[in-house]
């Protein structure tokens, strides 16, 4: 059986019956046999995921969170950013240059992804 329509109705209830199955079940059944049979895909393509660019201040924190260990989250990312306003510039350059070398490590295939993204 290749199809659920009102024609096929009482071959549907007679399958139902004999499956001890509800009609219902049955005509997802067919539904599903026939989108394997077609190639058909009704399933959603996972989207790819954004990697957004990296700051200073995230290659400090991830840096400070492997180091220490607290029992709040909130806690330790207000005490990351009060570390952070009290650093000097200079401190504060080695996170950023360190931050733009991860980014050319990132592919080139996911920045085109962002900008795709951007200009939607």
Known sequence: ????KKEKLPLIKECANRAKLSEHQVKHWINNYKSKISGRISARKAKSK??????????????????????SRCDAFKN??????????????????????????VSSSSNDVKAKKNYK
């Open 50 to 71: 954004l990697i957004r660019k990296r700051s200073g201040f995230n290659m400090f924190a991830r840096e400070s969170l492997l180091k220490e260990s607290s029992d």
């Open 1 to 4: 059986m290749d199809s659920s």
């Open 80 to 105: 990351l950013g009060q570390q952070w306003t009290e650093m000097t510039d200079d401190e504060k350059q080695q996170y950023k240059t360190r931050a733009l070398l991860c980014e050319k490590d």
